[in-house]
């Protein structure tokens, strides 16, 4: 089991966390690995909190994970990086985008949006990055999950060019260059030692 | 061919291309869709969407007839609907191979309930194939073709959601080209089931269990993997990858053929190891199976409802668990209807009626959650107009009106046959269809009334209006859910109609708009806090300092509806999201 590298992705049905795993995914294969990978589509994907399971290595058994478990917790938004911590085991790592997208009960103002995460998720040693302001950087802020894997790809050893070939053979022929410059943001804002440089 | 990331669906759509299969027909569900629309873009076929499961199951059983092998998808409440065709093609068999790929979704992460697609086995008395991941959905599905013709049988091939939606490496193969393809041959006794041929089909059933019975006993779709004789443990699925995952050196019986189940090998396996456990996820249907071939097992406490993970089953196996961190209270995050979705207007509607809303399946049925909260029930697809007639029956309707709310694919998949009913027998419900041009829940479908097949042909579109009126519906109107006005008053006028009332709600899925409207943004001066928009549940808006409204321009599509319910105009036209550093 500890020969298998699991991360898990969390955020917001519509945020891109799918095409974020099918990258990272392809990437570990492509550097010769097993791959599994775990989404839910559906229901799940309007508006509602998405997880999505990429687990890689020698040979990987199970698609899934469990709480205490994954080597990296990537999340797209501050809730869900709340909302899925437990599943990160102990000295895992955490990308968290500071962005928030408030719940349906939030925004109706039936339940106060919760106060105080950053400073929790700081405690649990999350490392903060405002991906959709890198992504409007890079020139669209719909590259911002490309722009969190740039910051999750410093903590995994995969040779960046075979990140860049993934990402441009993945996104749409036309954002090819705004993707990889996101990417190239994601990664100088969460650095090899993995604090935030911003 | 060199390896490929895909995942089950993919890897199915794949299995029955290589298999040599012609013809596909299926209904969108998740988690099952995807496999039809992978398999239609592939060469040499040609698939289709159905109204429903059960006429998808038809046209696959005509076209197997008539020597096309032939691919059904389908999720599994999807089964019940085609029962009726299954249960009895069990008995006539098929003309060539007829494989269902059938989706199940324990732990129902979109669907209305949890069933064990394996129960059919036993039922129908036909094979269920189940592959543990997605490399297995490629080779069992073109097995699946093989053994449907070698034992004259429909074939189901059984996954679930993590199966389905998982991606895992698959080495694909070439194309079966079948150059005998099976001839047709009217024969009365195999196809045309009056009772007197079903009877004598009905021993040929039987005969058939039998002969697949000791074909189980040495098919490689069942392995056994001995390692510690201390534990064994048969299971079939992705369970199988939970259980090497967390008990490496147990020995393992694998079902990849869960019915019928080899006896022999495994009384066999039981005896080669000192205890035996069953993993598996919904049904103790191998717990039982096992039972009944007098295989003693050893009960652990796994839960039945609610998909397996590697933890659970580490847990009911007696295994010390990992040290969790402290959980953070956040609030829950349900799905939501998108920014600019038609079908807020028609519930904006319904809820100045004070209607009571019988619901039924798809994105609409996210209109029962607050603010909007305008659904009664949601049973199962196309059940809103029966139940909304039935709940007239029981005296309702005077002083609240009573309602059906229906999508356009819904109400063609078995909502026709309710709104026939309610016309036949004098009913006075008001049947809403909130036709948004596709099948959208399921990830934007064809479907009839959408002028597009599966392939991408121009197809007739199907003039709801018409047909309402021909099924003897008097009352039929139609109306632009953005307008809200006019959706009110139109709503107004035919809840009190004694009669059957059709409203078509025609405005296409936010989704379908590629080019969205310029944002509104929430004039702060004008805003009074009074709430009417917060009401529609959109989530580009929300509530900010002193319970005033503020819009999200980066979610805002500019429909315009909260602009509608703004007694202050508060709510004005802004530019795009970057231009103006809204993030």
């Known amino acids: 089991m500890s020969a298998t590298t699991t991360v898990v992705l969390a955020g917001v049905g519509g945020q891109g966390t799918i095409l974020g795993a099918d990258v990272l995914a392809k990437t570990a294969m492509a550097a010769g690995l097993d791959v599994k990978l775990s989404e ?159 | 061919m060199s390896h490929t990331l895909l995942s089950g669906n993919e890897a199915a759509a794949r299995g029955a291309w290589e298999a040599g299969a012609t013809v596909g027909a299926g209904y969108p569900g998740t988690p099952s869709t995807q496999a039809l629309e992978v398999f239609a873009r592939m060469d040499g076929v040609y698939a289709e969407w159905c109204p429903n499961e059960k006429v998808a199951l038809e046209v696959a059983a005509g076209a197997s007839m008539g020597g096309a092998r032939s691919f059904v998808t389908t999720k599994h409440v999807g089964v019940n609907v085609a029962a009726d065709p299954l249960m009895t ?28 697609s394996r129960n059919w086995g036993p039922f129908a008395r036909v094979p269920v194939l189940e592959p543990s991941d997605s490399a297995e959905a490629l080779t069992f599905v073109r097995e699946a073709f093989e053994l449907s013709e070698r034992f004259d049988t429909p074939v189901i091939v059984r996954v679930t959601t ?136 050893d009960p652990i406490p796994l839960p039945h409802a609610g998909e397996l993970t590697p933890g659970l089953i580490g847990r009911a196996l007696g295994h010390p668990q990992p040290e969790v ?10 799905p939501l209807m998108c920014p600019g979705c038609p079908h807020r207007g028609a519930y904006y509607a319904l809820k100045k009626a004070k209607a009571i809303v019988m619901g039924d399946i798809g994105c609409y049925t996210l209109g029962a959650l607050p603010p909007l909260a305008m659904m009664d029930s949601c049973v199962c697809m196309g059940a809103s107009v029966g139940m909304a007639h039935g709940m007239t029956l029981a005296g309702h309707g005077s002083t609240r009106p009573v309602v059906a709310v229906i999508g356009d694919s819904t109400f063609v998949h078995s909502g026709i046959t309710g709104l026939s009913d309610a016309v036949y027998n004098g009913g006075s419900a008001t049947v809403c269809i909130l036709d948004n041009r596709i099948t959208a829940m399921t990830g934007h479908q064809h479907n009839p009334v959408t002028g597009k097949t599966l392939q991408g042909a121009d197809a007739v579109e199907m003039d709801l209006e018409a047909l309402a009126r021909s099924l003897g519906v008097e009352r039929v109107r139609t109306v632009d859910p953005h307008d809200l006005e006019a959706s009110v008053e139109v709503v107004r006028e035919e809840v009190v109609a004694d009669e059957v009332s059709v409203i078509v709600f025609r405005a296409p899925c936010a989704l379908l708009i590629k080019e969205p409207e310029q944002p509104y943004a929430v004039d702060d001066e004008a805003c009074t806090a009074c709430g009417a928009c917060i009401q529609l549940g959109c989530p580009a808006i929300s509530t900010v300092e002193g319970r005033k409204a503020s819009i999200d321009i980066t979610l805002c599509v500019g429909c315009g509806d909260c602009v509608q319910v703004c007694r202050f105009s508060a709510i004005e036209l802004t530019g795009p999201a970057c231009d103006i550093g809204g993030v």
């Open chain 2, 162 to 297: 993590r199966i389905a939606h998982s991606k895992g490496a698959v080495e694909a193969g070439e194309r079966l080209e079948r150059e005998d393809a099976r001839p047709y041959e009217k024969d009365l006794g195999k196809w045309v089931m009056m009772p007197a041929m079903a009877r004598a089909r009905r021993s040929s059933v039987d005969e058939r269990v039998e002969q697949m019975t000791r074909f189980a006993e040495e098919t490689k779709l069942n392995r056994v993997e001995m390692r510690d004789t201390a534990l064994g443990i048969v299971t079939s699925g992705v369970c199988y990858h939970h259980v090497r995952e967390v008990a490496p050196d147990a020995s393992v019986f694998k079902l990849g053929l869960s019915y019928p189940v080899p006896g022999e090998a495994l009384r066999g396996f039981a005896g080669s190891v000192d205890r035996v456990v069953v993993v598996e996820e919904a049904d103790p249907y191998l717990y039982s199976r096992l039972r009944i071939e007098g295989v003693e097992v």
């Open chain 2, 89 to 116: 093609l069990a008995y006539t068999g098929v003309g060539a191979g007829l494989v269902l790929w059938v989706a199940d979704d324990p732990g129902m992460h979109s669907s209305q309930n949890e069933q064990d």
């Open chain 2, 325 to 334: 961190r402290e959980a953070i209270d956040v609030p829950p995050r349900p």
């Open chain 1, 40 to 198: 839910v589509h559906g229901m799940a994907q309007r508006g509602g909190a998405v997880d999505t399971v990429v687990r890689f290595g020698e040979a990987v058994a199970s698609p899934l994970t469990d709480p205490g478990h994954a080597d990296h917790l990537v999340a797209f938004e501050l809730t869900e990086a709340a909302r899925m911590i437990g599943v990160l085991k102990a000295g895992g790592r955490l990308v968290v985008n500071t962005r928030v997208i408030d719940p349906l009960p939030v925004l109706i103002g039936q339940v106060e949006s919760p106060e105080g995460l950053e400073g929790r998720l700081a405690e649990e040693g999350a490392t903060f990055l405002d991906a959709e302001a890198l992504a409007c950087d890079a020139g669209s802020p719909k590259s911002a999950n490309i722009v969190l894997l740039g910051a999750v790809s410093t903590g995994l050893s995969f040779p960046v060019e075979l990140w860049r070939e993934v990402i441009a053979e993945r996104v749409p022929p036309a954002t090819v260059d705004v993707n990889l410059h996101a990417f190239e943001l994601g990664r100088r804002a969460c650095g090899e030692g993995g604090e935030c440089l911003l």
